[in-house]
């Protein structure tokens, strides 16, 4: 078509043309890029539905069920009868519940200090290299690896009146039948059993601090309590943040070493939280109380890790 | 792409395969063949009687299966509550029956059917049994279980230890508590300060054994713990305070028991008698005999039973009744047909007591039974009863375990003891 301007005017088309071939061309291009990313996305999704399903089913519904029974008086029978927050509220003057709390907070930080500290000595002198290491680390190891149920009866047994601890200290403590000392008992047996694996835990930590930094403090003139203060700990907060985050949960939600060692007792002294749950849920049947029960302890258990994170998460260097 | 589209491809087919080999269902049985569960509670003589029993009941009826299963005591009626609540559960199961109230009241169990007992009605079916026997098995006026293991406790010495100690044991078997409270300090031996051997071996942590003790004290005070349709606590009673006072005395005032020694949560305290540890203890069946015969030989050759104490001026009422009885469950779809394999091993009574030392509670056993010492228990049998029909029993029992444990282990007086029991209780009669 010729216009005033002849070949400039079909030029111009053409370019125009091109132009529209080119937004065309681009439009197309950013369509099929939507798409394949939908289809990545949908692969993606696919892959890991395997994974969601059985948390979905597992977890997540089974933990919305719970907390819907916990607003409710379901004892297994019947209908649950909706109650709203009132056996929350009957819990704040329930003495068996007040007790199990304060008897589990006494584990909690009975077994995770001792633990987290002895397991820090303890890491530091196999981080020593000095002989047959190979030989203690497993040692150290096995009372992790020994099911609860063996090692709450042994230790049953070690703590009898005329038992091996009482016979070879020269002692005269009923362990397990002193309200005073069950839970002495019961916090020894459980700082015993992890001390190896929070020790092994913190003996990679320190594997990875470079020597270097050590070698510049000793010239420095830096001594060993100092370097470790200074270096050492710093340096395997992650490793010790774990530590003490995994020893204070596993206190919290202690189940098998009572009900085995002294089924809570004698009295109440050592009656958990999750032992009182149990007791509660399967044996007296209070369903939804033991739901509000599990949901006060998962709270708790919540924030005390936060806290945790909050002091000893890595600080930015 | 095509690689895309391949693993796509993989990833749909992997789960809808998945999908489709899960399982739907069991494949059904043959039309002919019934499988009937029965669950029943650990127990290794009755368990070595109980699977020739079974085999020779599918031998007679062909069209049977019995699926059986042993669980551990502690954890029985836990298990079969919450498989029950949620629709399943055995067809028939052996339970204490002070566990069984529970479940009547939640519609979990069916009575009797007397037809599989070849009798008309409850009367035909009791007279089988000692008259003291049904009644524990009866609740609000129907028979829900057939007795299947009934005992009393006795009162247990061991005969070389008081020899040693210069005692008779036929002479000086203990007939009160305060001769078991003379003899027990001649028993006692410390070495040390330390109490070596205690005179007397007493339960704890066992709240359903400590239970039946206390029940049977408060009963030899002269006072019951409980009304006997099980709806009213008299715990702070003078005959309970005196029945736990005594308890702890036996500690703390005369020091012939020793709980630093034992039991514990996993261990028991007749394990203190049969290994010597104790020179007497308040616990302990017929059944214990063939225990001590497997468990503790040395004990075994030199015990004697004989009835349980009572207080001095006291009415002699001997210890409760306990028992195991064998009930249908009303979510079994074959209730006729395990009715009829718990008629067949009621009636083994023979069989149970000779090779397990289990009376059934049936007259014709009890009046043909040989076996060491049966006179003991044959004739405190009639003295003894049963605990109330407690609803919340496990609830209950553990109230008054932890009383219990607060006077023995903690030194607390009986009364301040009981009271505090006694305000926990009252929400749940």
Same mark, same amino acid.
């Given at each position: ?18 132009? @529209? ?40 519904? +089974?933990?919305?069920?719970? #907390? ?11 209908? +649950? ?128 601090? +470079? ?6 403090? @000793? ?17 395997? @907060?992650?490793?010790?943040? #774990? ?70 998460? +890595?600080?930015?260097? | ?28 049985? $043959? ?27 599918? $031998? ?11 669980? !551990? ?58 008259? %003291? ?5 009866? *609740? ?29 044991? $036929? ?38 054994? !400590? ?25 702070? %009673? ?32 007749? !394990? ?5 540890? $104790? ?15 497997? %468990? ?50 009621? !009636? ?37 009863? *049963? ?43």
């Amino acid at each position: 078509m010729r216009y005033g301007h002849g070949e400039r005017m079909d030029d111009r088309v053409a370019v125009q043309a091109d132009a @529209r071939r080119d937004t065309a061309v681009r439009a197309r291009g950013r369509g099929r890029r939507r798409r394949l990313a939908r289809r990545q996305a949908l692969v993606g999704f696919l892959f890991v539905l395997p994974g969601i399903v059985p948390l979905l089913i597992f977890v997540v519904y +089974p933990m919305a069920s719970a #907390f819907y029974l916990s607003l409710t008086n379901w004892t297994l029978i019947g209908a +649950p009868q909706f109650q709203g927050l009132s056996t929350y509220a009957s819990l704040l003057s329930d003495q068996q519940f007040l007790t199990s709390l304060t008897v589990t907070m006494e584990i909690a930080v009975g077994t995770t200090i001792p633990s987290c500290l002895l397991a820090v000595v303890v890491a530091l002198l196999l981080d020593a290299r000095v002989r047959f290491t190979q030989w203690y680390q497993p040692l150290l190891f096995v009372p992790a690896v020994l099911p609860s149920v063996v090692t709450a009866i042994v230790w049953g047994i070690i703590y009898q009146g005329n038992g091996v601890l009482n016979a070879l200290f020269g002692l005269d403590v009923a362990w397990l039948t002193d309200p005073h000392w069950a839970l002495t008992a019961l916090i020894i047996m459980i700082v015993w059993t992890n001390l190896g694996y929070y020790a092994v835990i913190l003996l990679a930590g320190l594997r990875d601090v +470079p020597a270097d930094y050590y070698e510049a403090a @000793r010239i420095d003139g830096a001594g060993t309590l100092a370097i470790i203060w200074t270096i050492t700990l710093p340096l395997i @907060r992650p490793a010790l943040l #774990f530590v003490v985050v995994t020893a204070t949960s596993g206190a919290l939600t202690l189940f098998v070493q009572p009900y085995l060692l002294t089924s809570g007792g004698p009295g109440d002294a050592t009656r958990t939280l999750s032992e009182l749950i149990y007791d509660t849920g399967f044996s007296y049947l209070g369903i939804g109380k033991a739901a509000a029960m599990s949901f006060v302890l998962l709270l708790l258990s919540l924030l005390i890790a936060l806290v945790q994170f909050t002091i000893l998460r +890595p600080k930015d260097t | 792409m095509r690689i895309r589209r391949l693993l796509t491809g993989v990833a749909v087919l992997t789960v809808a395969l998945g999908a489709l080999s899960a399982p739907t269902h069991a494949a059904q049985p $043959a039309a002919s063949k019934i499988t009937i569960t029965y669950w029943t509670h650990v127990n290794p003589p009755a368990q070595k009687l109980e699977k020739t029993l079974v085999a020779r009941y599918e $031998a007679l009826h062909p069209n049977i299966a019995v699926n059986y299963l042993p669980v !551990d005591f502690n954890s029985l009626p836990t298990k079969l509550t919450t498989a029950l609540a949620g629709g399943g559960g055995p067809d028939l199961f052996n339970l204490f029956q002070s566990f069984v109230p529970e479940l009547v009241q939640r519609q979990f169990l069916v009575p009797v059917d007397y037809k599989a007992f070849g009798v008309g009605d409850a009367k035909g079916f009791a007279s089988r049994y000692l008259p %003291s026997t049904v009644g524990g098995y009866t *609740f609000g006026g129907k028979v829900y279980g057939v007795p299947h293991e009934v005992s009393n406790f006795a009162f247990w010495i061991n005969t070389a230890e008081f020899k040693k100690a210069g005692l008779d044991p $036929a002479k000086d078997f203990p007939k009160t508590w305060d001769d078991v409270v003379r003899l027990g300090q001649k028993l006692t031996i410390r070495k040390n300060g330390k109490t070596v051997q205690e005179g007397i071996s007493l339960p704890l942590y066992n709240a359903l054994r !400590d239970t039946l003790v206390l029940d049977a004290l408060t009963r030899q005070a002269g006072g019951n713990l409980f009304s006997m349709d099980g709806k009213k606590a008299n715990l702070t %009673s003078a005959a309970a305070v005196k029945a736990l006072g005594m308890w702890g005395d036996l500690v703390h005032k005369y020091k012939i028991n020793d709980p630093a020694l034992g039991p514990t949560a996993s261990t028991d305290n007749l !394990d203190l008698f049969g290994n010597g540890t $104790a020179a007497m203890t308040n616990v302990g069946g017929s059944w214990f005999i063939s225990l001590m015969q497997a %468990s503790y030989p040395v004990a075994y050759k030199s015990y004697m039973v004989g009835p349980e104490p009572h207080f001095a001026g006291g009415p002699a009422t001997g210890a409760d009744l306990y028992g195991f009885g064998l009930f249908v469950t009303s979510t079994s779809h074959h209730q006729a047909e395990a009715w009829q394999f718990a008629r067949f091993l009621a !009636d083994n009574g023979s069989a149970y007591f000779n090779q397990a030392g289990i009376w059934l509670g049936d007259k014709a056993t009890l009046n043909n039974a040989h076996t060491p010492h049966w006179d003991v228990f044959k004739n405190s049998f009639g003295q003894g009863r *049963f605990l109330p029909p407690l609803t919340h029993f496990n609830e209950v029992s553990a109230i008054l375990e932890r009383a219990i444990e607060r006077v023995v282990l903690n030194g607390m007086s009986a009364q301040q003891s009981l009271a505090q029991a006694q305000q926990e209780v009252q929400p749940l009669m």
